[in-house]
């Protein structure tokens, strides 16, 4: 440990974000670089706790509680501390394969469970991880690493998202030749195509990464649809084991009167046909993704210039949808929420470490702020039906406000409030309520077994499915989850695969 005193000496900071009302004119990145010093003054924070909770990755009444991939967080922190960055990154890299994404996207998880958040602001962790990423690029320290040998085996991977990403590049470490196969036109996944590109920068972030691990062998053939443009049952022959991680993309739907409507779309297919649209451009005209030339009403199936959106889901999902229709310029804004507002420090019955449901405004709802005057989520909400206008397209939302309470089982149930009715204007809805599971013809063309909630039967540590060589990770085997727990599992995926291909691994 650096510095004993330094979680009394120092107050937490974070980057210094770019004005709301700039950035939503562009779709580049919203913070702003924090100097070294600063950067080594945050990691003096950690405070030798003697027991840390920061990496413990465990979960907890069903929330994260630590971090998934158990990055070595104290040793990190010390070394950025001490100024040794390429050592920090080096350590970094012994756990998680992309924490130049993970220090964009994680909700950090280690930061609700640092022991320094009991009494004080917790240590800014994930701002440290994203900057000993980013100095690893800087200075060319993150470069291809080719395996020593090749094993002679063949491995396809079937998803490019995070867990697709850290399977292959855990199993090209091996040695084995990777193939990743990806329906869409790009790798990435949910990288890719699910998160904006404010969020996560696609040439500068995803690419970059995507090129390093081309470079290393890895193989990506995009616009390969197993199940329907590729045969599954080939694969099985072609290679000699095959890992799934195709995400948990099914949409939870919204059976309302009115759900046919034009104008009514899930989140996701609006989150992709912005990002692509926005790519497309980029390539037209040589520019940067994240440069001020937008993607107007004209590039994408589905926009939301000068339109009343409503968002219909609160998480990050939701948030990003709401962050895409201000840069599109929608006209006004409004978030469902079916739960009550969280309090606005932990409650009881949420101690330490769980993670802390407490109120916050995220990078979404502070620009709608900014731009509407006030936070746009109107909680314990659900919507009774949509109106329709004479082209048969959505016009407005009807909602109700909702009382949570325990019925006969004792379980919790919405009940509607006679009288709290409300029209809201709307051309544009999406919904952005979570996600089922993974989609079926792919796994029912594998035959793979499904568990009760219809994710691939895959015991965790094992990955192992029901056919012999095939292997599950991600989403589509645990749910919908963070991208953190996705990387968990790839390479816990390609462990396992890695031991059923030479009979012992060394993979961690």
Not at 55 to 74: D, E, F, R, Y
Request: charged content about 25%; proline content about 6%; glycine content about 10%.
């Amino acid at each position: 440990m650096g510095k004993p005193t330094g979680f009394i000496e120092y107050v937490r900071e974070l980057p210094v974000d770019r004005a709301p009302q700039e950035r939503v004119n562009d779709w580049k990145e919203m913070h702003h670089h924090m100097p070294e010093k600063r950067l080594r003054n945050q990691a003096a924070r950690c405070m030798d706790c003697g027991v840390p909770f920061c990496h413990t990755g465990k979960m907890i009444n069903g929330m994260a509680s630590g971090c998934p991939v158990n990055n070595l967080i104290p040793e990190w922190n010390d070394l950025v501390y001490r100024g040794l960055w390429r050592e920090a990154l080096d350590r970094l890299h012994m756990t998680n394969n992309f924490p130049d994404f993970t220090g964009r996207v994680c909700p950090a998880p280690c930061e609700g469970a640092c022991v320094l958040g009991i009494s004080s602001p917790p240590v800014t962790i994930k701002t440290l991880e994203a900057a000993i990423a980013e100095r690893g690029w800087e200075e060319g320290w993150i470069v291809p690493e080719q395996p020593r040998r090749r094993s002679g085996k063949k491995v396809a991977v079937i998803g490019s998202g995070p867990a697709g990403l850290a399977a292959a590049a855990q199993l090209n470490r091996a040695g084995h030749q990777v193939t990743v196969l990806e329906r869409d036109d790009r790798p990435g996944g949910l990288l890719m195509y699910g998160i904006p590109n404010m969020k996560l920068d696609k040439r500068g972030v995803v690419e970059r990464r995507l090129q390093v691990m081309e470079k290393e062998g890895i193989k990506f053939i995009c616009n390969a649809n197993v199940g329907e443009n590729v045969e599954a049952q080939l694969l099985r022959k072609d290679f000699d084991a095959i890992v799934i991680c195709t995400g948990a993309t099914q949409p939870r739907d919204l059976p309302v009167e009115g759900r046919e409507l034009q104008g009514v779309h899930f989140a996701m297919d609006y989150l992709t046909a912005s990002t692509k649209a926005l790519l497309d451009i980029s390539n037209d005209i040589g520019k940067d993704a994240g440069s001020d030339v937008g993607n107007d009403a004209s590039d994408s199936p589905i926009h939301a210039f000068d339109k009343d959106v409503i968002v219909i889901g609160g998480g990050d999902t939701g948030t990003d949808c709401v962050a895409t229709a201000m840069r599109q310029g929608c006209k006004s804004l409004t978030q469902i929420e079916i739960m009550q507002r969280p309090p606005l420090e932990r409650a009881a019955d949420n101690p330490w470490p769980e993670w802390p449901k407490v109120y916050k405004m995220d990078y979404g709802q502070e620009e709608a702020a900014a731009r509407f005057g006030a936070d746009p989520r109107s909680y314990l909400t659900t919507v009774k039906h949509f109106g329709a206008d004479t082209r048969g397209a959505v016009k407005e939302v009807v909602t109700i406000q909702i009382d949570w309470r325990r019925n006969d089982q004792g379980h919790l149930v919405p009940i509607e409030v006679a009288g709290t009715e409300k029209i809201y204007p709307a051309q544009l809805v999406l919904l952005a309520m979570g996600f089922l599971g993974p989609e079926r013809m792919l796994l029912k063309d594998l035959d793979v077994e499904l568990d009760a909630r219809g994710n691939v039967q895959a015991a965790h540590g094992r990955f192992a499915t029901s056919i012999g060589g095939i292997f599950a990770a991600g989403d589509c085997r645990r749910g919908q989850s963070l991208v953190v727990w996705a990387i968990n599992e790839g390479r816990g995926a390609a462990r396992e695969c890695d031991r059923y291909l030479m009979g012992t691994t060394q993979l961690p």
